[in-house]
């Protein structure tokens, strides 16, 4: 890989966000105006861009320039180098939880006047990595908010946020990029073309996933660990699945990522989104196209529970073990029809 790609700390800052479609604009000229509420919901799977739109948001708030966000005022250059003294930034360590603790603090933090003045924004990523007690501390205050505070709120999954949060907030989905606006991206980053192709194909819009994809090591330890869950067979593969999860534990969440996206792939394939030869080659290739699609979902909502379990470090080996048996059992279905 490039240097230019590596220096682009693989996420590409700032994106015209009127090539995504007018619902990205409408929010930002919310913002421009004036009229941003108190919280906001950012939705969507891990990698689709999250994280870049809301340091977007920030940034009109604090920018100098005339077209906000100008991306070269000293404002801007801070919220995204993250070192801006109105931004503050919440993030799980790891499969860490955020504790109750944490919480108060920036809470208690948000009290006080900012150092320029001007509004505070707190960004929680992600949302759902809060303890039960610290979502509960975080609703009193999104229940009734300090007026010089702005929550920016980032959620891969919601289905383990309280109802209430939810409802306390305006909920803004990201979606998939278009292929033409990722492959240019990409390209703008330094990447080849042939990597550039085969990461558009496969992320399916995502761009987190495409950048990992562009700049991964086929032959690494992952994509083995990977390859060996996706064959397992019989219970002693599955015996050695487990231990070999167990003792990398460190890695697991980038395995199960890695396991995430090759389910996402088959789903698309079987809905005609992305093509099938791309994917022909791999584990499941003589198998796609026979899959049902509701054991893809079922597969990937074991999955969602076994990460679950981990990041509430709750048994989540037996949430692993889980998933592995239910890859098996589907597998031996697959096979025999």
């Not at 939810?166 to 240019?184: G, Y």
């Not at 019989?234 to 015996?239: K, Q």
């Amino acid at each position: 890989m490039s240097n230019e790609v590596k220096d682009a700390g693989l996420q590409p800052a700032f994106v015209e966000y009127w090539e995504l479609g007018p619902r990205y604009l409408r929010l930002m000229d919310q913002f421009r105006a004036g009229r941003q509420v108190h919280a906001y919901l950012l939705t969507g799977p891990r990698g689709i861009g999250k994280r870049a739109y809301a340091k977007t948001l920030a940034s009109i708030l604090y920018c100098e320039g005339e077209e906000k966000p100008c991306r070269a005022c000293g404002q801007c250059r801070l919220i995204e180098e993250g070192k801006h003294p109105s931004l503050i930034v919440v993030q799980s360590e790891g499969s860490k939880s955020v504790s109750v603790d944490r919480i108060r603090e920036v809470i208690s933090l948000a009290a006080m006047h900012s150092p320029d003045g001007r509004e505070r924004v707190i960004l929680i990523e992600p949302i759902e990595s809060l303890t039960p007690q610290a979502q509960n501390c975080l609703l009193k205050s999104l229940e009734d908010p300090y007026t010089n505070v702005i929550y920016l709120l980032l959620s891969h999954d919601t289905s383990t946020l309280l109802d209430t949060i939810i409802s306390r907030c305006s909920v803004f989905k990201l979606t998939p990029w278009p292929s033409d606006v990722l492959e240019k991206h990409l390209l703008q980053l330094g990447f080849p073309r042939d990597t550039v192709e085969r990461a558009v194909v496969l992320s399916g819009g995502n761009v987190g996933e495409a950048l990992t994809i562009a700049a991964e090591q086929p032959d690494s330890g992952q994509e083995t660990a990977l390859e060996q869950i996706l064959r397992v067979s019989n219970y002693t593969d599955a015996f050695r699945c487990s231990a070999m999860l167990k003792d990398r534990a460190a890695e697991a969440d980038q395995i199960l990522f890695l396991l995430e996206r090759y389910l996402q792939q088959c789903m698309m394939i079987k809905s005609g989104l992305i093509s099938y030869e791309p994917m022909q080659h791999t584990p499941w290739g003589g198998l796609i196209q026979t899959i049902p699609l509701e054991d893809l979902i079922s597969l990937t909502d074991q999955l969602f529970l076994a990460r679950k379990l981990r990041m509430s470090n709750v048994n989540w080996q037996s949430g692993i073990d889980q998933l592995i048996l239910k890859i098996l059992e589907a597998k031996n279905k697959w096979q025999k029809s």
